[in-house]
């Protein structure tokens, strides 16, 4: 007599690799999603570190806030989670509806916020709340304590 697996012990076999394949799927694409958004909520610290960097350090907003930071933004200033525009970056200078947020008219600032139609992608909104923090609390104001690089009024010299 031949030796062998019956028909039976080969379908008992599909069916535990069925079901083990029917838990693991799902869970494997929820740990890509969180990476993604574990991913993105360091680029928007990196992104919101980088630009006050340099407006610190250079006195001004930049004219290209692509140019500023390392992390992937398109040409309006938006980064992508998966390929979804999620969150939107702008240098800007603050609007009188800002005085809420302790900064005054005028003042340089950076405006995080979440973009809405990307809340239908589920890594995307998951960053979204990751960063919920930062662009509750946005516009974040720029150059610290009253940082000018302009004239010097109390010596009459101009800085360079």
Same mark, same amino acid.
Do not use: H, W
């Given at each position: 007599m *031949? ?19 029917a838990v ?18 360091t ?5 919101v ?30 980064? *992508? ?10 240098a800007? *200078? ?12 005028g003042d340089?600032?950076?405006?995080v ?13 998951g ?10 609390s946005?516009?974040?104001r ?5 940082v ?8 009459g010299?101009?800085?360079?």
């Amino acid at each position: 007599m *031949k030796k062998g697996f019956t028909m039976i012990e080969l379908i008992f076999v599909i069916v535990i690799l069925g079901i083990l394949a029917a838990v693991a799927i799902p869970r494997l694409a929820a740990t890509r999603d969180d990476a993604e958004i574990s991913k993105a909520a360091t680029n928007v610290a990196t992104a919101v570190a980088d630009i006050t960097s340099y407006y610190t350090a250079q006195g001004k907003l930049p004219s290209d806030i692509t140019k500023v930071t390392n992390v992937a933004l398109d040409a309006q200033g938006q980064m *992508k989670v998966k390929t979804t525009a999620c969150i939107k970056f702008e240098a800007i *200078k603050a609007t009188a509806d800002d005085a809420d947020k302790g900064v005054k008219a005028g003042d340089p600032v950076l405006q995080v916020t979440a973009i809405a139609a990307g809340a239908s992608d589920a890594a995307c909104k998951g960053a979204q709340a990751a960063v919920k923090k930062i662009t509750d609390s946005s516009p974040i104001r720029l150059g610290g304590s009253g940082v000018n690089f302009g004239d010097d009024t109390t010596t009459g010299t101009t800085q360079p």
